[in-house]
């Protein structure tokens, strides 16, 4: 390193991935020149330690929380709204705005807390709505970023609300009621925003895990982008599974013998059986695949590499490799992969969160509004 290099203003963020068995964090810095640096890992931090004197020591940094689509239910849905001819005249006012937007947020919350239950396979008292968010708004029909002061008949928005476990919240309340606050995402919405940088939609991600699997579609609509999950009946565990029952092994086994065959090292004959056995899995994965609403391009996310050719067209889907460096490239920001020991597809889901805080837009005066008339449903 330079010496001037230590002189250059740095920001640091740290990023935690909540995931169902552990929580992951990253400390990374950005230079003025958007170089992205890892600073230090963390494979199992735990909420108490987040809590100590040792975090405190990681000095000022902004904090992320990017938690598993296992953990979070992140709805969206379009409201219109019809002013009356008496005030249609008359610019949009920001009481008029919140009392419209929340009043709609406030009839509909029963219902769409229930959905995030059913997603997230809870009981509705352990369903918290930690985020409320305006995606999009539109009057008669032009986009604005924020409805006020424009004059107009007819106004859209896309409303967006984050639901978490009581588990997580509870971890999180000492950031939740910290003064500087934190940005609160949901991994797979993140990773397809991001693509959305570098691809057009309709575009989907297939996020791949031991306990379940799932779909995400994020798709162009008259009120705006809007982001729809689907979940698919093929857990990642299956395929492995499905090898220790054809060969009685350990699961250790089994795994160095998934990465022989992924790194061609086992003998021909070895090979097509073992062939065999993986087909059988990811046939069923396509096949699920094939029946989900997903479209366009969709991109892998998976903690190990599938045994699948990309790009591989798959009924309305073409499943494609993270084009991670399009997406740092479109982005303005660079990475030295040789710091990240990770695939890029964990590289990319790492960095997703970053890219979502970096590039979000939702930080407006109307959503601070709306969060401040709806803090008795936020928990």
């Known amino acids: ?36 640096v890892p600073e230090k890992f963390w494979d199992d931090f735990s909420f108490e330690e987040a809590q100590s004197k040792k975090f405190a020591k990681l000095g000022k940094r902004k904090l992320i929380v990017s938690a598993d689509p296992s953990l979070t239910a992140v709805i969206s849905f379009p409201v219109e709204f019809q002013r009356g001819p008496e005030i249609s005249s008359h610019a949009i006012t920001s009481e008029e705005l919140e009392n419209m937007f929340s009043q709609a947020i406030g009839k509909v919350f029963n219902a769409r807390r229930r959905e995030a239950s059913a997603r997230l396979k809870l009981h509705e008292l352990d369903t918290i709505l930690v985020n409320v968010k305006i995606r999009h708004c539109k009057v008669d029909g032009h986009s604005v970023l924020n409805p006020v002061g424009f004059k107009g008949k007819h106004i859209h928005a896309v409303f967006e609300l984050t639901f978490t476990t009581r588990g997580i919240f509870e971890n999180l309340k000492h950031f939740f009621n910290a003064k500087e606050g934190f940005f609160f995402t949901e991994s797979a919405h993140a990773g397809l925003r991001a693509l959305a940088g570098v691809e057009s939609p309709p575009l989907s991600l297939l996020v791949l895990g ?29 395929m492995f599974e499905a090898i220790a029952t054809a060969l009685p092994v350990s699961h250790d086994t089994v795994l160095r013998l998934y990465h022989l065959y992924l790194t061609n090292d086992t003998s021909d004959n070895f090979r097509r059986a073992f062939g065999r056995i993986l087909k059988d899995e990811t046939d069923k994965l396509l096949a699920e695949v094939k029946k989900s609403k997903a479209k366009g391009n969709m991109y892998l996310h998976t903690p190990v590499p599938l045994p699948l050719v990309t790009p591989l067209r798959h009924g309305a889907a073409t499943i494609q490799d993270v084009p991670i460096i399009n997406v740092l490239d479109r982005a303005g920001f660079k990475v030295d992969f040789s710091e990240w020991p990770a695939t890029d597809s964990e590289v990319f889901m790492r960095l997703a969160p970053f890219l979502d805080f970096y590039h979000d837009k939702s930080d407006s005066e109307i959503n601070h509004a709306l969060r401040r008339r709806l803090h008795w449903l936020i928990q």
């Open 1 to 36: 390193m330079k010496l001037q290099d230590l002189w250059k203003p740095r920001e640091r963020f740290l990023i935690l991935d909540i995931a169902p068995k552990k929580t992951q964090w990253l400390l990374l810095s950005v230079d003025e020149e958007k170089n992205i």
């Open 210 to 238: 031991t306990g379940g699997s799932s779909t995400f579609l994020l798709e162009r609509t008259p009120w705006g982008q809007v982001i729809s999950q689907e979940e698919i009946r093929w857990p990642l565990r299956s």
